[in-house]
Structure formats: structure tokens, C-alpha cells
């Protein structure tokens, strides 16, 4: 019904940049909130940046200054800008929807596959 694919992740030194992009694809009324989530090795998914539809953004405070996300409803995708990157941001980031609309009366929760980022020091 509703797919998530993130692309973008891949290996970058420290101190360097990546862009990671989620295509939303589907029935798909209303995106509404969209979060960005990592995993890294032995540790638990985090929340790593939130934006509301009204663009209301909320980060982690290891990644603030750092990161920047962003949404384009017009294309149904979300963005997040990794720059000043660490090797403790090595984890899968998973593109997240945690109300995704498909009607008026129904949302979804749908996460995506995840991308790997690893940052070498």
C-alpha cells in the first residue's frame, strides 16, 4: 500500500557530508509527521530528527547543528542533511511514518528498509 526507500547512505570520513533522501510511494493522502530513526550495531533504534507537516522540527540533541531535515509534500519525500559527520553516526538510518494518511478515515505506520551510513575516523 504505502512504501518507504531511503537512498543516499553509503561510507564518508569523518567530518564530511551525506544526503539522505526517503521516497514515499502509494495511496497516499498525507504524509503528516515524518521522523528520521537510526540503529547502530548492539544499540537500540533512536530517534534522530522529527518534522510535522507545518515544518515544526524537533533533533536529537547528538545530532543538532548538524543535521537538518526536510520535507517536500509535493514529492512525497523527506530529506536529511548529515553534515560535520562522526563515526559514532555509524548506524542503518530508517526513514519513518508514523501516521501515514491513505483516507480520511485511515493512517498508517510504515517504516522504510533502512540505509547504512558508516563514517570512517
Known sequence: QVQLVESGGGLVQAGGSLRLSCAAS???????TMDWYRQAPGNQRELVAS????TRIDYADSVKGRFTISRDDDK????L?????KPEDTAVYYCHGPRIAVSVWRNLEVWGQGTLVTVSS
Not at 26 to 32: E, H, V
Open 81 to 85: 542533511q548529515m553534515n560535520s559527520l
Open 76 to 79: 512525497n519525500a523527506v530529506y
Open 51 to 54: 518534522i510535522t507537516r507545518d
Open 26 to 32: 502509494g495511496s497516499i493522502l498525507r504524509l503528516n
